[in-house]
């Protein structure tokens, strides 16, 4: 969530100003070069493994790998008579992956005869992520999008004293959080477990992926009003990027009464909330 997604420049809406935002089109495409080698695996193959990617961004949308035709397994694709009509890029075509026993309908598509606006797209290719295996970049697997070359994060320790209440009860005081700043996202208060009310916590079944920071586990918090379910998270082993934030706990400020040295704060809106 950085250039075409969140708070980035060519969002919708966005934080920041632009000196050109009166002849900015409302709905932005961004075609670029990777450095990295992108591999698909689908079923005990690979069906894709380029070091020529392309990655488009697209307001609203994660960006999107594409692979030049002659780095396809053209011998595991069927083309299909699904189409779809894109207003920015144009018609669709589309192909299922055949691999062994297993069969993923329309997972790949392109578009045969782009648009003008969109005319670099011909003779490229670009796949559901959640129809084939995995994806790896180099050699590492990557998880739920490509990791964004414009997105970043950071971790500083900090010795601002925070305060989570819930239903006026307090659920967390610390003067030793550490604060992740993430591109388009509110600052992350992770805050030691020992700073935490752990009476108050149940435990979670939930997970979800970040592909910057890993597996995270969930927690409830129960407060004699009410349960508030899945409201905090912690990374029990973070990927490399993010290990000073192991174990550490972190609340949606989207949904507690979160103060800053004395200050509330105000619950920001964004789609996590």
Not at 50 to 74: C, D, G, I, M, N
Not at 144 to 165: A, C, E, M
Not at 230 to 246: G, S, V
Request: with cysteine.
């Amino acid at each position: 969530m950085s250039l075409t997604i969140g708070t980035g420049p060519f969002a919708r809406p966005r934080l920041g100003q632009l000196n050109f935002e009166p002849d900015a089109p409302e709905h932005i495409l961004y075609f670029e070069d990777s450095p990295r080698r992108v591999r698909v695996a689908f079923n005990g193959e690979t069906i894709a493994d380029s070091r020529r990617v392309k990655l488009l961004h697209e307001t609203a949308y994660q960006p999107v790998y594409y692979f030049p035709e002659a780095h396809l397994r053209w011998d595991y694709l069927q083309r299909t008579e699904h189409t779809s009509h894109c207003p920015f890029k144009g018609e669709a075509a589309y192909w299922s992956i055949v691999a062994g026993d297993r069969t993923s309908e329309n997972a790949l598509w392109a578009y045969p005869e782009p648009l003008p606006a969109a005319h670099w797209l011909g003779g490229y290719y670009a796949f559901y992520w959640d129809r084939v295996d995995a994806w790896f970049e180099e050699e590492e697997q990557v998880f739920v999008h490509p990791r964004d070359p414009y997105h970043r994060f950071d971790v500083l320790d900090s010795s601002r004293q925070v305060k989570i209440t819930l239903d006026g009860e307090l659920v967390a005081e610390t003067r030793r959080p550490r604060l992740l700043f993430e591109t388009g996202l509110p600052t992350r208060y992770y805050i030691p477990a020992e700073d935490v009310r752990a009476d108050l916590l149940e435990p979670s079944d939930r997970h979800t992926r970040c592909p910057y920071k890993g597996l995270a586990s969930y927690h409830h918090v129960r407060t004699p009003a009410r349960l508030h379910r899945d409201i905090a998270w912690y990374y029990p082993e973070p990927l490399p990027a993010a290990t000073r934030i192991a174990g550490l706990i972190a609340f949606y400020n989207e949904r507690v009464d979160l103060e800053v040295d004395g200050e509330r704060q105000e619950r920001p809106r964004t789609r996590l909330g």
